[in-house]
């Protein structure tokens, strides 16, 4: 198997018994201790890092390209939160769809999409959880704002009072969005210039 920490080939490898999860853990000496693991390629499939339940327990002996992608804890968190603000976004324009769908009167459709921009947004409030973890800012617009108006939203949902529900989501929830997908943009390209990026 051929190896490369990003654009650096540390060689061919001999994987005869080994998983390709513990063919990585085996290669952590080659990585840069101040950088984490954030990508693996495997034949030109790339995964998350995260994603091992998808990659680790591959027989390493079938692989014939291993490339780890790797970044600094602060770089990471960059690219993550400039993610999180696209992805932000998104909900936000789809909160706009689903007014939109209120306001014709198409209720069960409006519902729907709802629900699934409701675990979006879940995702991404955890998806925030963690990227904090990794460089400490803290984003006020996140969690709080969304936090407040879900009472509000719960309740007008559970009366059935459909032209309420498109009031907040419009004058609450999809501006409390674009704010937090302002301020992921803001904390994405105003970093330390000390923290270089690598592969992700």
């Known amino acids: 198997m051929d190896v490369f920490i990003n654009e650096r080939e540390v060689g061919a490898v001999e994987a005869a018994g080994a998983t ?3 063919m990585i853990e085996a290669l952590g000496v080659h ?3 101040d950088e984490i693991v954030t990508t693996v390629e495997i034949d030109g499939v790339t995964f998350s890092a995260g994603e091992e339940e998808r990659y680790a327990r591959r027989a390493a002996a079938n692989v014939r390209r291993l490339v780890l992608g790797t970044a600094t804890p ?4 960059r690219c993550m939160r400039a993610e999180l603000a696209a992805a932000v976004e998104v909900v ?6 689903v007014v ?10 409006a519902n729907a999409l709802l629900a699934a921009l409701m675990e979006e947004l879940r995702l991404a409030l955890v998806l925030e959880q963690q990227v ?7 984003v006020p617009e996140a969690a709080e704002p969304v936090r407040s108006v879900a009472p509000a939203l719960l309740s007008a949902q559970e009366r059935r009072a ?3 529900l498109a009031r907040l989501l419009a004058e609450q929830l999809a ?4 704010a937090w997908s302002r301020a992921e943009a803001g904390l994405a390209r105003d970093a330390p210039d000390g923290a270089s990026s690598s592969t992700f």
């Open 20 to 22: 390709v999860g513990e």
């Open 31 to 33: 990585v840069d201790p």
């Open 74 to 77: 602060a770089a990471f968190a």
């Open 92 to 97: 936000a324009s789809k909160v706009d769809l």
């Open 100 to 109: 939109t769908r209120f306001h014709v009167g198409d209720d069960r459709h």
């Open 132 to 138: 904090t973890t990794l460089d400490g800012a803290l």
């Open 162 to 164: 459909w032209g309420e």
């Open 175 to 178: 501006p409390a969005l674009r």
